[in-house]
């Protein structure tokens, strides 16, 4: 996934993959999508814009007309789209060299990335200021939004372009039990890159380079992976990773008070 991506925002065909695509991570509720963009934020200290398809309106994508007055003359302008004047904001680093370079220090997957594309990571954070992450793309009932936010396949939002100093990278759930999904149009404009479900060893060396556990939580994260809790589910519980690392922090959290058997 790191590679196909780093090699997106460098413009470089990997295999199938066009320099003119836009990369649709799927999988899962839970999977990791989310989490995975996060740390290409980190890794190459670059802001993430994140927002949800499906939190979107009308307003936050048209240009809105206003009428303005010089002197004794009436003109009609439009307003530049609230979700790229949002956007737009983000002009600096994730990070301060120095602290982005602690932080990677502190971690093995990211200081392993890192030290594995560093002369990429060069180029790609002087080609970009920001990413902006679309999740849930196709998680809309309002077909006028839908089509609004195709608009911003050919780099627009509104009838401004995006900068393009801006990644763009998107998001979707597809499993066909998901209200609210609708049908996938075929669309050359994407490259799909299917998020699977980590395995347990994955898991655990994420959390664990993620978060400083209580050693008492790690026995506890260590029994539940036994008996294979991350992937419960019935007809009214589904435990995802992104769920799974919730419940890890709240015991960790509470650790004083759990008593271990």
């Known amino acids: 996934y790191i590679k196909t991506i780093i090699y997106n925002l460098l413009g470089i065909s990997n295999n199938s993959l066009s320099e003119k695509d836009y990369i649709m991570l799927g999988g899962?509720?839970?999977?990791?999508?989310t989490t995975l963009i996060e740390?290409?934020?980190?890794?190459?200290?670059?802001?993430l814009f994140s927002i949800e398809a499906s939190h979107l309106s009308e307003e936050h994508i048209i240009n809105i007309p206003f009428i303005k007055?010089?002197?004794e003359?009436?003109?009609?302008?439009?307003?530049?789209?609230?979700?790229?004047?949002?956007l737009e904001k983000i002009q600096k680093p994730l990070y301060s060299p120095e602290k982005h370079l602690e932080i990677i220090n502190n971690n093995f997957e990211l200081k392993k990335h890192f030290e594995l594309y560093k002369?990429?990571?060069?180029?790609?954070?002087?080609?970009?200021?920001?990413?902006?992450?679309?999740?849930?793309?196709?998680?809309?009932?309002?077909?006028?939004?839908?089509?609004?936010?195709?608009?911003?396949?050919?780099?627009?939002?509104?009838?401004?372009?995006?900068?393009d100093n801006t990644y763009l990278?998107?998001?979707?759930?597809?499993?066909?039990s998901d209200e609210g999904?609708?049908?996938?149009?075929?669309?050359?404009?994407?490259?799909?890159?299917?998020?699977?479900?980590?395995?347990?060893?994955?898991?655990?060396?994420?959390?664990?380079?993620?978060?400083?556990?209580?050693?008492?939580?790690?026995?506890?994260?260590?029994?539940?992976?036994k008996i294979n809790f991350l992937g419960f589910k019935d007809e009214h519980i589904h435990i995802s990773p992104r769920r799974f690392e919730e419940i890890l922090l709240y015991i960790n959290y509470n650790i004083e008070n759990i008593e271990v058997i």
């Open 28 to 33: 899962l509720t839970g999977v990791g999508k």
């Open 39 to 47: 740390y290409i934020s980190q890794l190459l200290n670059i802001e």
């Open 69 to 71: 007055r010089k002197d």
């Open 73 to 86: 003359e009436y003109s009609i302008e439009n307003s530049k789209p609230f979700l790229l004047s949002e």
């Open 119 to 163: 002369k990429e990571i060069e180029t790609i954070q002087n080609k970009y200021s920001r990413i902006f992450f679309i999740d849930e793309f196709y998680r809309m009932n309002n077909v006028r939004i839908s089509n609004l936010l195709r608009t911003i396949l050919n780099g627009f939002i509104g009838s401004n372009k995006i900068p």
């Open 169 to 176: 990278i998107f998001a979707s759930n597809f499993d066909s």
């Open 181 to 225: 999904l609708s049908d996938i149009p075929q669309n050359h404009q994407f490259t799909f890159l299917n998020i699977i479900k980590s395995s347990n060893t994955e898991y655990k060396n994420y959390i664990l380079n993620k978060h400083k556990l209580e050693t008492n939580t790690i026995f506890i994260f260590e029994e539940l992976l």
